[in-house]
């Protein structure tokens, strides 16, 4: 191993998510809600050398398995993602991240306006008009939103 290999522990049971997109590790970590106080031991490697994308980031998240809607968070931020679920240091289960038709309620809308942003409490659902280039349509507004504009819905 040459001295320019990066070292990251193996981990028993959890999450790899790797390939994600140079400079989304750490968006990641937010609409993953993953911030260290459960006492997972977490690891983020930021801008890695990858032939795939020139460069990456990868997070290692120990004790937690991703759902189908951290999936879905996953995919609108970082497309290019695959998801390693890890048992015993053995590979079960690997995903590829891809977006689906619509997006329900994880996302809120950025239109002040919009009735999701009012008191009714009704969930946000995000038609995706664009899987390329990450353009989503408020179903109730019809406000355009890209990637950019979206706040992500703390899950209770």
Do not use: W
């Not at 109730?140 to 819905?153: S, T």
């Amino acid at each position: 191993m040459e001295q320019s290999d990066l070292l990251v522990r193996r981990i028993k049971d959890g999450t790899v998510i790797d390939h994600i997109n140079e400079g989304k590790g750490l968006n990641v970590l937010e609409a993953l809600e993953i911030d260290g106080s459960s006492g997972n031991v977490i690891t983020i490697a930021l801008n890695m050398p990858s032939g795939k994308l020139k460069k990456k980031d990868m997070i290692k998240v120990e004790g937690r398995f991703l759902e189908g809607d951290d999936t879905n968070r996953l995919a609108v931020i970082a497309p290019s993602s695959t998801v390693n679920i890890i048992k015993d240091y053995k590979l079960v289960e690997k995903r590829r991240v891809s977006l689906p038709n619509q997006i329900e309620d994880i996302f809120r809308c950025s239109n002040p306006d919009c009735i999701t942003n009012s008191q009714e409490h009704i969930e946000s659902i995000m038609e995706v008009i664009d899987k390329d280039n990450l353009v989503l349509k408020c179903r109730y507004c019809g406000r355009i939103l890209d990637v950019n504009d979206l706040v992500i819905q703390k899950k209770n």
